[in-house]
């Protein structure tokens, strides 16, 4: 049996009952955290932009699209619901291939919405696309080819993942799950979505400015491609039912170096590898600022240093942040704003509410945060004269004095609790929900696998929030 059909049969065969008690908690927390990013990002460019699409795309009235009172097609609805929640770059990430979340679970989300699944089902389908997604991500050895050169460095860094176009066969396979597909169909899916696949941009990407709306892929266009690989092999259409085997397989398409297929197969369906794996971000931008942000958050809170009294901030990162997209000063759109260290810096030392205030037009447009910009200094592991350790100091005028602060010796926790994501949860869906419809749909996604139909929880999200205009 080849790799893709292993794969098939295993999405096709796993039943809630043999989930560890590990996998079904860790999922739930997942779903939570990832449905709270995309009602967060509603009010973004990019996820205005989306809805809109969305809406006029149109097609068969099938699903609800979060955010309006419309209803749209599955495809479409998938589009929306993976641009919504990539819109704010605050989804959990999996290691690899970093961003999975939005490519495999919009599509599954949507097809669940219109089958009107149990909450049993769409925690399996959860599980088996972040599940197949690191594996299939880890199997692909990619050596120097997707580095980036940094000439005036004289380097060249390896970037986490070339591209997101192998989450395909995770959101393929869950979404086809849900259509009642056995493996050979599943199979067949597979083969769909992995032609369509998108080629390796995320170096295109990062050294790129101004930056683009479609980031390092977009999983809009990725979520609707899987609906629309599903959908047709139900109809009939056949896919490259071994698109992952062989020496001309997907991996080669796809720019791999070596392809290591026992990293997917070995295990699959007895140890589970995605629970380990995942990390929730505590702050709406890219990950490479998270860990230098608590530091920040300790210092100007527990010294009360306001906007006003900071003279200068000096900021030390990996080196992804010497590449152009995360030292841009041009900020002008949401995306740019969650890549930018100078602006995200600045939003953090105003001190706004941390979730979709940081990337609302509001704040993108305020001249205080693009004025504070100028006293951010940014530095990186790759800054031999850099001479302090900390991540972060501020030197700031307290008094009648100017002291300088540091991260030295403080001890911040990265990790997000049961609680911090909860709030996290609050706060990203208070846009659209009021306080006691957010409880209900926490208690619903915290009891999910009691819920016997998903759609009665989505019903909540499909209303207009203020604003919204087609």
């Known amino acids: 049996m080849g790799v893709t059909a292993e794969i098939a049969s295993f999405a096709a065969e796993v039943k809630y009952e043999n989930l560890p008690l590990f996998v079904v908690s860790e999922t739930k927390k997942l779903l939570l955290d990832s449905i709270g990013c995309a009602?967060?990002?509603?009010?973004?460019?990019?996820?205005?932009?989306?809805?809109?699409?969305?809406?006029?795309?149109?097609?068969?009235?099938?699903?609800?699209?979060?955010?309006?009172?419309?209803?749209?097609?599955?495809?479409?609805?998938?589009?929306?619901?993976?641009?919504?929640?990539?819109?704010?770059?605050?989804?959990?990430?999996?290691?690899?291939?970093?961003?999975?979340?939005?490519?495999?679970?919009?599509?599954?989300?949507?097809?669940?919405?219109?089958?009107k699944v149990s909450g049993r089902e769409l925690i399996v389908v959860a599980a088996i696309a972040h599940e197949l997604s690191t594996r299939?991500?880890?199997?692909?050895?990619?050596?120097?080819?997707?580095?980036?050169?940094?000439?005036?460095?004289?380097?060249?860094?390896?970037?986490?993942?070339?591209?997101?176009?192998?989450?395909?066969?995770?959101?393929?396979?869950?979404?086809?799950?849900?259509?009642?597909?056995?493996?050979?169909?599943?199979?067949?899916?597979?083969?769909?979505?992995?032609?369509?696949?998108?080629?390796?941009?995320?170096?295109?990407?990062?050294?790129?400015?101004?930056?683009?709306?479609?980031?390092?892929?977009?999983?809009?266009?990725?979520?609707?491609?899987?609906?629309?690989?599903?959908?047709?092999?139900?109809?009939?259409f056949t896919g490259d039912g071994g698109v992952l085997d062989g020496d001309h397989g997907f991996w080669r398409a796809f720019g791999s170096d070596e392809w290591m297929p026992g990293y997917i197969t070995q295990g699959l369906g007895n140890k589970w590898v995605f629970p380990e794996r995942l990390f929730y971000k505590r702050y709406p931008c890219c990950g490479v600022m998270q860990n230098a942000l608590c530091h920040l958050e300790e210092i100007i809170t527990a010294n009360n240093i306001l906007p006003e009294d900071i003279i200068e901030i000096t900021v030390k990162l990996s080196s992804l942040a010497d590449l152009p997209l995360w030292k841009t000063r041009n900020v002008t759109t949401n995306v740019a704003a969650q890549f930018s260290v100078p602006f995200v810096l600045s939003v953090a030392a105003h001190r706004i509410e941390t979730g979709p205030a940081w990337q609302l037009e509001e704040t993108i447009r305020d001249k205080r945060i693009h004025e504070f910009m100028e006293k951010i200094r940014l530095i990186t592991d790759l800054d031999k004269n850099a001479a302090f350790k900390p991540e972060v100091e501020i030197v700031a005028n307290k008094g009648a004095s100017k002291k300088t602060y540091s991260g030295a010796g403080i001890s911040v926790k990265y990790e997000m609790t049961d609680n911090d994501i909860a709030d996290k949860f609050k706060t990203n869906t208070g846009i659209l929900l009021n306080e006691e419809q957010v409880q209900k749909v926490m208690s619903d996604i915290q009891a999910l696998e009691d819920v016997g139909d998903i759609s009665e929880i989505f019903k909540y999200f499909t209303k207009c929030y203020r604003g919204f205009e087609h």
């Not at 009172?69 to 990430?93: K, T």
Request: glycine share 14%; hydrophobic share 45%.
């Open 136 to 236: 299939i991500a880890s199997a692909m050895i990619f050596g120097r080819r997707f580095s980036v050169e940094l000439a005036d460095r004289g380097v060249a860094m390896s970037l986490p993942t070339p591209g997101y176009g192998l989450c395909a066969f995770g959101g393929a396979a869950a979404a086809g799950r849900l259509l009642g597909f056995d493996a050979d169909r599943i199979a067949h899916a597979m083969g769909i979505a992995g032609y369509n696949a998108p080629v390796p941009m995320v170096g295109k990407f990062v050294t790129s400015v101004p930056v683009s709306s479609s980031k390092y892929l977009s999983s809009g266009f990725l979520s609707m491609a899987e609906v629309i690989a599903v959908m047709s092999a139900d109809m009939g």
């Open 39 to 115: 009602i967060g990002g509603i009010k973004t460019q990019k996820g205005e932009t989306a809805l809109r699409l969305a809406h006029v795309l149109g097609g068969r009235e099938e699903c609800g699209l979060w955010g309006t009172g419309y209803r749209v097609g599955a495809a479409q609805s998938a589009y929306a619901i993976g641009e919504l929640m990539n819109a704010l770059d605050y989804e959990p990430l999996l290691s690899p291939p970093a961003h999975a979340t939005p490519y495999v679970l919009a599509a599954p989300l949507a097809i669940g919405d219109m089958k």
